[in-house]
T-cell receptor, first 116, second 112 residues
Framework: GAGVSQSPSNKVTEKGKDVELRCDPI?????LYWYRQRLGQGLEFLIY????????KSGLPSDRFSAERTGESVSTLTIQRTQQEDSAVYLC??????????????FGPGTRLTVL | GENVEQHPSTLSVQEGDSAVIKCTYS??????FPWYKQELGKRPQLIID?????GEKKDQRIAVTLNKTAKHFSLHITETQPEDSAVYFC???????????FGSGTKLNVKP
């Protein structure tokens, strides 16, 4: 079946504008993660959704960042009043893990965000 | 929170040699440790993982070892091939997998 998809693949925006990034997880995957990867660096955890539970937002770097997910479907990551330091690749991943069981998380291709 | 450190940042080996990448973590609550391979411009892919109740795991040319007491784990690649060239990331996650903390990555270059 289809893997994790993200859109847009590239986004160039001006400082101060809002952007919305979209993630379509693998069908049936209960968990969804957002990460930020700055150039040449590791992945930075942003937020975690698991089923209908309250999301874990502990990785969001500021209140300009927010994310939503309806049930076990699409998720959107919104960055308000973008800053140049927000420039990075934003990766989404999904996995199936009911309760405390865990299965591999599969990554999407990422959205490359450039803030001018 | 958890802090994962990864060394070395770059590693160059001759084809056929072994490569070892090391990671340390700080939070004793972490108990799942995956390794990812990321080729240039591509998404990370899981290559091997280990849980805290296991000390070593092997899959063909790749092995991972875990020392929970010392809070470190390592990736071992034997008989390296040029196609092993990529950036490798270690990560740590607590028992409920609600977040993953990644190392800063190791760029492995396998010279033919």
């Amino acid at each position: 079946g289809a893997g994790v998809s993200q859109s847009p693949s590239n986004k160039v925006t001006e400082k101060g504008k809002d952007v919305e990034l979209r993630c379509d997880p693998i069908s049936g995957h209960t968990a969804l993660y957002w990460y930020r990867q700055r150039l040449g660096q590791g992945l930075e955890f942003l937020i975690y959704f698991q089923g209908n539970s309250a999301p874990d937002k502990s990785g969001l770097p500021s209140d300009r960042f927010s994310a939503e997910r309806t049930g076990e479907s699409v998720s959107t990551l919104t960055i308000q009043r973008t800053q140049q330091e927000d420039s990075a690749v934003y990766l989404c991943a999904s996995s199936y893990h009911p309760g405390t069981a865990y299965n591999e998380q599969f990554f999407g291709p990422g959205t490359r965000l450039t803030v001018l | 929170g958890e802090n994962v450190e990864q060394h070395p940042s770059t590693l160059s080996v001759q084809e056929g040699d072994s490569a070892v990448i090391k990671c340390t973590y700080s939070d004793s609550a972490s108990n799942y440790f995956p390794w990812y391979k990321q080729e240039l411009g591509k998404r990370p892919q899981l290559i091997i993982d280990i849980r805290s109740n296991v000390g070593e795991k092997k899959d063909q040319r790749i092995a991972v070892t875990l020392n929970k007491t010392a809070k470190h784990f390592s990736l071992h690649i034997t008989e390296t091939q040029p196609e092993d060239s990529a950036v490798y990331f270690c990560a740590a996650s607590p028992y409920n997998f609600n977040k993953f903390y990644f190392g800063s990555g190791t760029k492995l270059n396998v010279k033919p």
